[in-house]
C-alpha cells in the first residue's frame, strides 16, 4: 500500500538527502554533458578563457538569484543594473548621446528567442489596424522568426538566399514587402554560415514602405564591432544605418556573459511602447512587463553586469583579436583538406564547410572529429544549400587550432575509409513516402528504436548513439516538414519522468 504522506518520485525523495549527496548527484549527471570550457565544443557555449570570470559571474549570480525583476520599485538595483546593460549594448551598436541614435532605449530578456519573439510581437502590436499582419525574413534568418509567427499568429514571408552569397537580394527583400507587412528582417551575422546580410538595402526598402527594420545580431552584435575596429572590413549594420528600428544582441554569446541574457534595443521610445504589456482588470496588482516573463530571476542579469563591468571594452577587443586569429586557423585548416571546402569566407566567427563532390561523408565525417574530441555542429541540406559543419568559434578555441588541423585530416580520412552511410533500403523508403499525418507512435518507436535513440537520460546510460551519422542522414533525407515531426517525437521520447531515484 502506497502511503500517501510519504512521497518518492525522480528528485523528490520522501525524507531529503544530504546537501552534499544533492550537490554529487549535480555533478555525476553533468559528466554526461559535452565540456563546456576548453574550446573543443563549438556550438552552445560561449568560452573567453579568462581565468576568474567563471567565478565572478557565479557569485554576482548568487547575490541577486532571489532578486525578482517583476517590480522594479521593490528591487532598484535590477533596474539600475538592466539599464546599464541596455546602455553598454547602444553603445557597442553605435547608439547613444553624440550619435544619429541618440535616443535608443531597451530591455534585458532571457535569450535570443525572446529578444526576437518581442521585436516581432512589437511590430504587430503597432498595428492594430492590420488584421492579418506578416513579417519578412531571409530563409537563413533564425528559426526564432518562425517560432515567433507561429506563436503571435503572424504570417512569415521566407526570401531564398543565394547559394553563392548565402545573402538574400535586396530587391527580393523589397517585392516581398506587402501592405500587411510590419516587420522587414535581416542577420548581423546569419548564425547558419556566419555571413553578414545586406542591411543598409533592406533597411532602406522597409523605410521606403513604411516597415520597421528588424537587425537580428543576437549571434554577433558584440563582437563585429570590434572586429571593424581591428580592421576586418565588417558591412554597415548597426544604428548608424537609416531605417534600422530595432537590434537584438545575446549578451550571453560574446559578451560571455552566462545565460541567459540578451538585449532587445529600439531607436527610440515610441517604437518600443508596444512591447510592453498591462493589465489591471482583476483584483490584484497590477501587472507591468516589458518583456513575456513576470517573475525574473535577477541572477542572470547580475552575472552579465560583472562580467560587463570586469571586461570592458579593451577586453572585449582583446578577444575579438584572439577570435580573429583562431577563425583564421580553422579556416586555413579547412582549405588544406582536400575534399572540403568553406561556405563562405569567414567575416565574423564562424568557420562554415562542406564536403565537395567525391569528399567525405560530411555526417561520418562529424562522428569522426567526435571521437577525437572535437564537438561540431551539423547541418541539413536545405533547398539549394548542401549539407554543412558549423564551427561558432570563441577566444577559447585559439589554443586548441594548431591540434584542430592533424586531427581534421585524420577524421577525413577515417570518413572516406568508412564510406558514406547508407539508409537500408525499408527506412529510406518509408522516409521518402512517409508524411508527417502518417507517423503513429508504433512507427516512431520503431524508427527511434532502429536509430538508437530513447535511452534513459537519466541513468547515464545516454539518450542519444555515440555516432548519429545514421540518424543525421535519415533526417537530411526527410522534407523540412517531416524533419520537424520526426525531431518532435524523438524529443518526446525523451523527455519521460523519473519516478524513482536512480
Given at each position: 500500500?502506497?502511503?500517501?504522506?510519504?512521497?518518492?518520485?525522480?528528485?523528490?525523495?520522501?525524507?531529503?538527502?544530504?546537501?552534499?549527496?544533492?550537490?554529487?548527484?549535480?555533478?555525476?549527471?553533468?559528466?554526461?554533458?559535452?565540456?563546456?570550457?576548453?574550446?573543443?565544443?563549438?556550438a552552445y557555449v560561449y568560452d573567453p578563457a579568462v581565468p576568474g570570470l567563471d567565478e565572478l559571474s557565479a557569485a554576482a549570480h548568487r547575490e541577486s538569484?532571489?532578486?525578482?525583476?517583476?517590480?522594479?520599485t521593490a528591487f532598484p538595483s535590477l533596474l539600475a543594473m538592466e539599464n546599464a546593460l541596455v546602455g553598454a549594448a547602444g553603445r557597442v551598436l553605435g547608439?547613444?548621446?553624440?550619435?544619429?541614435?541618440?535616443?535608443?532605449?531597451?530591455?534585458?530578456?532571457?535569450?535570443?528567442?525572446?529578444?526576437?519573439?518581442?521585436?516581432?510581437?512589437?511590430?504587430?502590436?503597432?498595428?492594430?489596424?492590420?488584421?492579418?499582419?506578416?513579417?519578412?525574413?531571409?530563409?537563413?534568418?533564425?528559426?526564432?522568426?518562425?517560432?515567433?509567427?507561429?506563436?503571435?499568429?503572424?504570417?512569415?514571408?521566407?526570401?531564398?538566399?543565394?547559394?553563392?552569397?548565402?545573402?538574400?537580394?535586396?530587391?527580393?527583400?523589397?517585392?516581398?514587402?506587402?501592405?500587411?507587412?510590419?516587420?522587414?528582417?535581416?542577420?548581423?551575422?546569419?548564425?547558419?554560415?556566419?555571413?553578414?546580410?545586406p542591411v543598409t538595402e533592406i533597411a532602406a526598402a522597409a523605410a521606403e514602405a513604411g516597415v520597421r527594420c528588424h537587425v537580428d545580431a543576437c549571434f554577433?552584435?558584440?563582437?563585429?564591432?570590434?572586429?571593424?575596429?581591428?580592421?576586418?572590413?565588417?558591412?554597415?549594420?548597426?544604428?548608424?544605418?537609416?531605417?534600422?528600428?530595432?537590434?537584438?544582441?545575446?549578451?550571453?554569446?560574446?559578451?560571455?556573459?552566462?545565460?541567459?541574457?540578451?538585449?532587445?534595443?529600439?531607436?527610440?521610445?515610441?517604437?518600443?511602447?508596444?512591447?510592453?504589456?498591462?493589465?489591471?482588470?482583476?483584483?490584484?496588482?497590477?501587472?507591468?512587463?516589458?518583456?513575456?516573463?513576470?517573475?525574473?530571476?535577477?541572477?542572470?542579469?547580475?552575472?552579465?553586469?560583472?562580467?560587463?563591468?570586469?571586461?570592458?571594452?579593451?577586453?572585449?577587443?582583446?578577444?575579438?583579436?584572439?577570435?580573429?586569429?583562431?577563425?583564421?586557423?580553422?579556416?586555413?585548416?579547412?582549405?588544406?583538406?582536400?575534399?572540403?571546402?568553406?561556405?563562405?569566407?569567414?567575416?565574423?566567427?564562424?568557420?562554415?564547410?562542406?564536403?565537395?563532390?567525391?569528399?567525405?561523408?560530411?555526417?561520418?565525417?562529424?562522428?569522426?572529429?567526435?571521437?577525437?574530441?572535437?564537438?561540431?555542429?551539423?547541418?541539413?541540406?536545405?533547398?539549394?544549400?548542401?549539407?554543412?559543419?558549423?564551427?561558432?568559434?570563441?577566444?577559447?578555441?585559439?589554443?586548441?587550432?594548431?591540434?584542430?588541423?592533424?586531427?581534421?585530416?585524420?577524421?577525413?580520412?577515417?570518413?572516406?575509409?568508412?564510406?558514406?552511410?547508407?539508409?537500408?533500403?525499408?527506412?529510406?523508403?518509408?522516409?521518402?513516402?512517409?508524411?508527417?499525418?502518417?507517423?503513429?507512435?508504433?512507427?516512431?518507436?520503431?524508427?527511434?528504436?532502429?536509430?538508437?535513440?530513447?535511452?534513459?537520460?537519466?541513468?547515464?546510460?545516454?539518450?542519444?548513439?555515440?555516432?548519429?551519422?545514421?540518424?543525421?542522414?535519415?533526417?537530411?533525407?526527410?522534407?523540412?516538414?517531416?524533419?520537424?515531426?520526426?525531431?518532435?517525437?524523438?524529443?518526446?521520447?525523451?523527455?519521460?519522468?523519473?519516478?524513482?531515484?536512480?
Open positions: 500500500m502506497i502511503d500517501e504522506n510519504r512521497v518518492e518520485a525522480g528528485a523528490l525523495s520522501a525524507t531529503g538527502v544530504a546537501a552534499e549527496v544533492a550537490l554529487s548527484e549535480v555533478r555525476q549527471l553533468r559528466g554526461a554533458d559535452r565540456p563546456t570550457h576548453g574550446g573543443r565544443l563549438f538569484a532571489h532578486v525578482n525583476g517583476l517590480d522594479p547608439a547613444g548621446p553624440g550619435t544619429t541614435a541618440p535616443d535608443v532605449v531597451g530591455s534585458v530578456t532571457s535569450g535570443g528567442t525572446e529578444s526576437l519573439i518581442l521585436a516581432v510581437k512589437t511590430a504587430r502590436d503597432a498595428h492594430p489596424e492590420i488584421a492579418a499582419p506578416r513579417i519578412v525574413v531571409p530563409s537563413s534568418a533564425h528559426a526564432a522568426f518562425a517560432k515567433a509567427a507561429h506563436y503571435l499568429r503572424v504570417a512569415l514571408d521566407v526570401v531564398p538566399v543565394s547559394p553563392d552569397t548565402l545573402r538574400p537580394d535586396p530587391a527580393a527583400m523589397a517585392a516581398a514587402i506587402r501592405p500587411e507587412t510590419v516587420l522587414v528582417a535581416c542577420s548581423a551575422p546569419s548564425y547558419a554560415h556566419g555571413v553578414v546580410d554577433g552584435g558584440w563582437t563585429l564591432p570590434y572586429l571593424r575596429r581591428l580592421g576586418v572590413p565588417v558591412p554597415p549594420f548597426d544604428f548608424a544605418v537609416p531605417g534600422v528600428t530595432s537590434i537584438s544582441v545575446d549578451l550571453h554569446k560574446y559578451a560571455y556573459a552566462p545565460k541567459g541574457v540578451s538585449v532587445l534595443l529600439h531607436r527610440d521610445a515610441a517604437l518600443r511602447a508596444p512591447q510592453y504589456f498591462a493589465y489591471a482588470d482583476w483584483p490584484g496588482y497590477t501587472m507591468i512587463n516589458p518583456v513575456i516573463a513576470s517573475t525574473r530571476s535577477g541572477g542572470p542579469i547580475a552575472a552579465a553586469y560583472a562580467t560587463v563591468r570586469h571586461l570592458g571594452d579593451d577586453g572585449y577587443l582583446r578577444l575579438a583579436g584572439i577570435t580573429r586569429d583562431a577563425v583564421a586557423g580553422l579556416a586555413d585548416a579547412v582549405r588544406a583538406v582536400d575534399g572540403l571546402r568553406l561556405m563562405a569566407e569567414p567575416e565574423s566567427t564562424v568557420v562554415c564547410f562542406t564536403a565537395t563532390e567525391g569528399g567525405p561523408d560530411l555526417f561520418v565525417l562529424v562522428d569522426e572529429l567526435t571521437a577525437r574530441g572535437w564537438h561540431t555542429q551539423p547541418q541539413l541540406s536545405y533547398a539549394d544549400l548542401p549539407a554543412s559543419v558549423h564551427l561558432t568559434v570563441t577566444a577559447a578555441v585559439a589554443p586548441r587550432v594548431t591540434e584542430f588541423g592533424p586531427d581534421l585530416i585524420e577524421a577525413v580520412a577515417a570518413a572516406r575509409a568508412a564510406g558514406p552511410v547508407r539508409l537500408p533500403a525499408d527506412l529510406a523508403a518509408v522516409v521518402g513516402a512517409l508524411t508527417p499525418e502518417a507517423l503513429t507512435p508504433e512507427l516512431v518507436s520503431s524508427l527511434a528504436a532502429g536509430l538508437g535513440l530513447g535511452g534513459d537520460a537519466g541513468s547515464g546510460a545516454g539518450p542519444l548513439p555515440e555516432r548519429t551519422a545514421l540518424v543525421n542522414t535519415l533526417l537530411d533525407a526527410a522534407a523540412p516538414a517531416l524533419r520537424e515531426r520526426l525531431l518532435v517525437e524523438f524529443v518526446s521520447l525523451l523527455q519521460r519522468p523519473t519516478w524513482a531515484p536512480s
